[in-house]
Structure formats: structure tokens, C-alpha cells
């Protein structure tokens, strides 16, 4: 049984940063793609970054230049830098396996306050 547990949340200031970790435990030996999702009040869940197990990356245009994905074999991090109110969202590990099953955790909650 896959696991995805999420971690790292909690409540920060307006330009602070916080690092999200998130690991994938079970029977796969690799998942060809994690990422990070967020969902805000009122709003559909949207993704943050994806990193593959090529090492290649994508970004939503709303966090360039400000997080950054990394990884480590079935463990994925969020370094989040100059947060800001609109970053609020509790944050969704998902990994996907090479034949597009998608696993995701239970979420961990982001607060920037102004």
C-alpha cells in the first residue's frame, strides 16, 4: 500500500519562508513524477511544481523565481521563499507511478499572514 505524508506546514509571515517535505513510502520502487498542489478556499486545486525522476522541473507562473522543487529518491520538498497572503492553501503531496497512478497525501496547511 502506498503511503504520502506530508509535513513542514504552519503559519508564517508576509515575505517569510517555510520548506514543505513530503515522502512516498511503499511497494514502487520509483515514481516517475512528484509534485505539489495547493487548494485555497473557494478555489480548485492547482499545481505548484512538478519535478520528474529525470530531474526536470515545472512551475506554476504565480511561484517562479520564489519556490523551488528538489528531490530525493521517494522524498520531495517545497523550499517556499517571499510567501506571500495569496500563497495560503493547504499544500497536496501527489506522486504518480510511470503508468499514471496518481497517489496523494493528506495535505498540510500554509498560512501567510499580511
Known amino acids: 500500500q502506498v503511503q504520502v505524508v506530508e509535513s513542514g506546514g504552519g503559519l508564517v509571515q508576509t515575505g517569510g519562508s517555510l520548506r514543505l517535505s513530503c515522502a512516498a513510502s511503499g511497494p514502487i520502487f520509483t515514481f516517475n513524477a512528484m509534485a505539489w498542489h495547493r487548494q485555497a478556499p473557494g478555489k480548485e486545486r492547482e499545481l505548484v511544481a512538478r519535478i520528474y525522476s529525470t530531474g526536470n522541473t515545472n512551475y506554476a507562473d504565480s511561484v517562479k523565481g520564489r519556490f523551488t522543487i528538489s528531490r530525493d529518491k521517494n522524498t520531495v520538498y517545497l523550499e517556499m521563499n517571499s510567501l506571500k497572503p495569496e500563497d495560503t492553501a493547504v499544500y497536496y503531496c501527489?506522486?504518480?507511478?510511470?503508468?499514471?497512478?496518481?497517489?496523494w497525501g493528506q495535505g498540510t496547511q500554509v498560512t501567510v499572514s499580511a
Open positions: 501527489a506522486a504518480r507511478t510511470a503508468w499514471g497512478a496518481n497517489y
